[in-house]
């Protein structure tokens, strides 16, 4: 017997059946995207392209090698994750040779600041040595975080900006006249105003810097530099700080961070006895937008006016794109975020995030001419599911990019599923390169948190959920301890991209690191032969080198792209004997047109990244071109006084250096 259904029963029986349909359809591909594309056959197309040889990094001999941070006993049961920080390498010019095979490292296990040469260069040049900030004041309050190669004096010679944890920043500064690289070639000096001293005792500010880029951002011709703070003032290192630690009020909107500050130059001297001054800005960044938990920033100049844009990656919260509206003796940034559409997770627009900000770098990843942005989440399968972030750039054109982020509209769309890169472990620094100068580049990225015996997953999804009124406090949180683990065994990511722009871990089949927490990483052509190798900071490991013995690589173009030095005598030279040439052009921008029509861009970086600082110097594979023919350059620079000047050359594949001023100027060393 049949019962007559109505229409009105028919619907309501129909729509909870097309829901689970629809949950069930969506359920596979969605389950199927998580699982990253990675490669385990070394000799598959896409990982036969890449081989890296492991060589251990020159250290100065006896220092300590601690395992674990000596913090305040009431802190002691989250000494792991107050231990988590202060690993970081950066690559650089130092001794003025020409090439970038000079490090600056920070190691966590003797808490110093080390600069060595690169294991593939003449390591017969110096021997690795500590920088001494002595006469200045320091305690065992404070430990370095981070540093960044940088001409900070106008002297034409590269200095070293060291940040800490628990102390303001010291420069130090080259000293003319040196001759050997050692640490009485550098003069330290304070930052920002000299600190009160008591006893000799260290009185100034404590804070706790986990991220910096040096840019002009005023477009004066001076660098000025960005300081990331995470913890607001802390000396919960050593025993008996003074002030209480006070952790995120929430895992997914913490906006209780220290403050950002930007640092603006002001003057500076040259000689024996160089000095720099530099001023905080006040008020440079939007109202409420700047008391983040920074652990990341990056620079890049998205509109073309010659003047960056900063991206800060905040743990624990919305990162921030801040649109730079500054004109020469004011630093002033707006503020733009992404349009969500029907279908886009909150998460997934830039600027509405709740992830874990960890690295962040720009560089054109789909060859369209325009920079596009990658960013490093916790993106730990079994662990913390979030995403990292590929931003790539939707504008037309750089005018189009301008309007719209003038607006307050970010035009970057999230396609990092899409791509292949949105999950890789628990991520940290990233770097954008061409390894084998395909004219595609290469994503690397450090992982780990901290490497134990017992696991802490269970008590970290229980903090993830914790009530965010109890989330600030210490006492709340559970232990994580030195012989925790929280994805102790991930490995170095290495992100490699085919022909339709899809990425693929090639990590395994590389199999050549280590299942080690890893931190920053630094960059460079440390040979001056077009093959970029990168030097890793590994925390509570020895830092590591990972020289680049790719198989087949292609053309490249490689610049050194420098502004005349305003402090430098006649007839000055460098440690290593070569004539001062100048200072890195921070922000000059290039573009090269290969004979297929292909736009390549890149810009001078001062320091993008986590803990990692990759070289001043630019360099732009250009796959199998004919190294003969003359490459289409156009180069865009403000000089020392601010103007701007755009200027094309035809130039052959290869390495050159050109200074920079009212034209650009090849010279050869």
């Not at 385990?40 to 250290?59: G, K, Q, V, W, Y």
């Not at 220290?258 to 002001?266: E, H, P, S, V």
């Not at 170095?492 to 089949?509: R, V």
């Amino acid at each position: 017997m049949k019962l007559p259904i109505s229409s009105s029963l028919l619907r309501k029986a129909l729509v909870p059946l097309a829901s689970v349909t629809l949950m069930a359809v969506l359920f596979v591909p969605a389950r199927s995207a998580m699982i990253a594309p990675v490669e385990t056959d070394p000799n598959s197309p896409l990982a036969s392209r890449f081989h890296f040889t492991e060589m251990p990094i020159a250290l100065p001999p006896g220092l300590p090698e601690h395992k674990i941070r000596h913090i305040e006993p009431r802190y002691e049961h989250v000494v792991a994750w107050l231990s988590s920080v202060n690993s970081a390498a950066a690559i650089n010019d130092i001794d003025g040779n020409g090439r970038a095979d000079d490090l600056c490292l920070v190691d966590s296990r003797s808490d110093t600041v080390i600069v060595t040469p690169t294991p593939d260069s003449d390591t017969s040049r110096y021997a690795p040595f500590v920088l001494d900030p002595a006469p200045l004041p320091t305690d065992d309050r404070m430990a370095p975080t981070g540093c960044i190669p940088g001409d900070f004096d106008h002297s034409g010679r590269i200095g070293l900006l060291v940040y800490y944890g628990g102390r303001t920043p010291i420069l130090f500064l080259p000293r003319a006249g040196a001759n050997h690289l050692d640490n009485k070639a550098f003069r330290p000096v304070e930052m920002v105003e000299p600190p009160a001293t008591k006893d000799g005792g260290y009185q100034g500010a404590r804070w706790f810097t986990l991220a910096a880029s040096v840019a002009d951002f005023d477009g004066d011709g001076n660098p000025d530099v960005y300081l990331g703070n995470y913890f607001p003032d802390s000396d919960f290192i050593g025993p008996d700080g003074e002030h209480s630690l006070t952790l995120n009020e929430s895992f997914s909107t913490a906006t209780n961070g220290a403050t950002d500050r930007i640092l603006t130059f002001q003057q500076s001297t040259g000689g024996a006895e160089p000095t720099a001054m530099y001023r905080e800005v006040s008020n440079a960044l939007p109202e409420g937008k700047y008391n983040g938990w920074a652990l990341a920033t990056a620079t890049q100049d998205l509109t073309g006016d010659q003047l960056p844009e900063l991206y800060v990656a905040n743990d624990m919260g919305p990162d921030r794109l801040f649109v730079n509206k500054s004109r020469p003796g004011h630093i002033e940034f707006g503020l733009a975020e992404g349009e969500r559409g029907p279908t886009d997770p909150k998460s997934f627009v830039l600027g509405h995030d709740s992830f874990k900000g960890m690295g962040a770098d720009f560089a054109d990843l789909d060859g369209d001419g325009l920079p596009d942005l990658f960013v490093s989440n916790i993106a730990q399968r079994w662990g913390i599911v979030e995403s990292n972030f590929a931003f790539y750039n939707t504008a037309g054109d750089t005018k189009q990019a301008a309007a719209q982020l003038d607006a307050g509209v970010a035009p970057f769309e999230n396609r990092a599923v899409r791509k292949g890169v949105a999950w890789d472990g628990w991520c940290w620094d990233t770097k954008i390169a061409d390894f084998d100068n395909s004219g595609r580049p290469q994503i690397v990225q450090t992982n780990g948190m901290f490497k134990g015996e017992s696991t802490r997953w269970p008590q970290v999804q229980e903090l993830a959920t914790m009530n965010d009124d109890f989330t600030k406090y210490p006492w709340a949180w559970p232990k994580f301890t030195e012989e925790s683990d929280l994805a102790g065994s991930n490995r170095i990511g290495f992100l490699a991209q085919d022909d339709s722009g899809k990425f693929t871990n090639i990590s395994p089949a590389l199999d050549i690191f280590a299942p080690t927490p890893t931190r920053g990483i630094a960059v460079g052509d440390a040979t001056g032969t077009g093959a970029l190798s990168f030097a890793v900071a590994r925390q509570w490991a020895a830092p590591v080198y990972y020289r680049n013995d790719a198989p087949h690589r292609g053309q490249y173009l490689g610049l050194r792209l420098l502004t005349p030095p305003t402090n430098a005598a006649s007839g000055d030279t460098t440690v290593a004997g070569k004539p001062v040439l100048g200072s890195p052009a921070l922000g000059a921008e290039v573009t090269v047109t290969t004979p297929d029509g292909k736009p390549h861009v890149a810009q001078v970086d001062g320091g993008s990244g986590h803990a990692g600082k990759r070289s001043t110097d630019i360099h732009i594979g250009l796959g199998d071109i004919d190294p003969t023919a003359p490459l289409t350059v156009q180069i865009a620079w403000r000089d020392n006084h601010g103007a701007t000047h755009t200027q094309q050359r035809q130039l052959p594949a290869g390495q050159h250096t050109l200074v920079l001023d009212s034209d650009a100027r090849e010279v050869h060393q």
